[in-house]
């Protein structure tokens, strides 16, 4: 009975399979199981991001006979299959974030990323013509190159500091509104300028703000050195000058002492 209720609780969702396929007419074994153990971890890793455990999502493979495509069908729970179109749309929307912005994909883990990143590094060819010429993956219903190009831009990526969360203080200047509202945020103790991009229900908010000393609050990310880049807004509060502030014989006088 359990056999059965575990056959209904789970299926093969032939439509959410990820194809891997290795180039090459003649494929060395060691750089064939390389591919397969990043690939393999790449799933685990997505996976792992969704927090789905195996007992919820187990992926089946297949290798198409006479050839070096490997499908993995996954093994879902009923409830989960919106889960596994999500890691089929992260891993078809990583690529491309990679290919075409050098951007860091949403969604993804420095683990998966790194996984990703083995999957695309390069092959040297021998002098008797072995080696892997290509690899593609099919995620979501068309195969996508993984070129030295991919792996370059996670090299680059895993070196650079996470975005994340925090403040930054400094002076509003140069409020733009072209391919989106920003201004910059000059940091005279660091000397640097950030680049700050704000929705336009902020507007008003930050034109009253323009020139004088801010804090701001969003999603920042960092440049290889370490240093912020830019800023997704999220609030601007003005930082009152000094010579602004009351003094204490002010503060005394409203206290009535």
Known sequence: MSRNKASLDRMEDKASEIVLKIEGDRVDLTSFATRLESFFKLLRELQRVRKLKQEQLTWLISVDKGSRVITATP???????????????????????????GEYPPDFSDEALESLKNLA????MT??????????INANGSYQDLTPQVATAAIKLLKTPKPSFGSLTGKLEVISAKDGYKFKIHNENRKIRVKCEFDV??????LDAFGKRVSVYGKITYN????????????????????????MYDVLGVLNV
């Open 127 to 136: 002098d008797e013509g072995v080696g892997i010429t290509g690899i593609k």
């Open 201 to 206: 229900s902020l507007l008003e908010q930050v």
């Open 121 to 124: 590094l390069p092959n040297r």
């Open 75 to 101: 093994l879902v729970a009923l409830l989960m299959q919106t889960d596994v179109a999500n890691i089929k749309e992260s891993l078809h929307n990583g690529i491309h974030s990679l290919v075409e912005k």
């Open 224 to 247: 290889r050195s370490h240093q912020p880049e830019s800023i997704e807004l999220k609030e601007l509060r003005i930082i009152e000058d000094a010579d602004k502030l009351p003094k």
